[in-house]
């Protein structure tokens, strides 16, 4: 049974910088500056104005969605290691691959570090499921 890797998905996009992400606040600053500065002779058309707020409500709503997916994909890598203290499983790592039995699971770094012993009682720290190609 191989289990695939799960990755940060939200690690190359602003989701991981809370001060990327912009706020109501933010919105209607900037709304307050653009009627401020508008052409008096050409006011905003009240359509343009519905049509920035449904596109500031819609990026609102995505920001949520990933900050959900990113705690979904976390509660499932911590499951999924949960799942395999005491199995058997191959470990790639830079040596080649190796095979041991896991043996504790860390979660104080935030993500699941695993815990492996390996062939002689030597024990393998700080692995990620990132690393583990093949559970027996």
Avoid: C, H
Wanted: net charge negative.
């Amino acid at each position: 049974m191989t289990i695939a890797t799960i990755g940060n998905a939200g690690s190359a996009t602003s989701a991981g910088n809370p001060s990327a992400k912009i706020g109501i606040e933010d919105f209607l600053r900037i709304l307050t500056t653009q009627l401020n500065y508008q052409d008096p002779l050409k006011p905003m058309d009240n359509t343009e104005f519905v049509a920035q707020l449904a596109q500031f409500t819609s990026l609102q709503e995505n920001q949520q969605t990933n900050d959900k997916l990113d705690n979904l994909l976390n509660i499932q890598s911590a499951t999924q290691s949960v799942g395999l203290i005491g199995r058997s499983v191959d470990v790639s790592a830079s040596g080649g691959t190796q095979r041991g039995t896991v043996a504790g699971l860390d979660f104080s770094s935030g993500t699941p570090q695993l815990t492996i012993t390996v062939a002689g009682g030597q024990q393998l720290t700080g692995v990620s499921l990132a690393n583990i190609s093949n559970v027996r």
